[in-house]
């Protein structure tokens, strides 16, 4: 298995422009997660899916930031628009079942200029 | 989710293992002990997890106290590689999701 595929590796923006970040989960796993990674706050959970159902969105930071899975091999987390601050590291993971451990992606690294 | 407190670095020789302690005093009946590790620019791996029996497979062995209030990563033989991030996480299957990494213990191994 390839492993959790996330695309692209790095991006730069400009501030105001909308970004999406891709990400392909392992077959058959039915939970995916993103994540976001900086310095100063650490990994943060911000949204994830079962069975391509969003259960829990409280870590999206504001209404600028969207996900979306539209069937069990893809989802993307939008943001739009996008600002300086919401550099970082992002992560998506996957998972099959609620107490398995989590295969992460290599993640994307957003720099908003 | 149980908080998890876990010392911010620790060394070891190259070739002797390497113990990580984590204290999770709040940790529910239900819940388990997740342990994963970030070495630089990556994501996270997953190492290992448990409930109350000890764990062991190629990667580590986990140790978990009685009480389940505390538990140890055990690498058993640190090689150069094994320098990363290492996360304890407590997370139970009724909020599976709701992992929260805290910022871990620093593994240094030095030759």
Redesign the interface.
Known sequence: DAGVIQSPRHEVTEMGQEVTLRCKPISGHDYLFWYRQTMMRGLELLIYFNNNVPIDDSGMPEDRFSAKMPNASFSTLKIQPSEPRDSAVYFCASSFGGAAGYTFGSGTRLTVV | DAKTTQPTSMDCAEGRAANLPCNHSTISGNE?V?W?RQIHS????????GLKNNETNEMASLIITEDRKSSTLILPHATLRDTAVY?CIVSG?LN????????GTTLTVKP
């Open positions: 388990y997740y994963y990556q994501g996270p791996q997953y190492i290992i997890h996360y299957l599976a999701g709701k992992s929260t990494f805290g910022d």
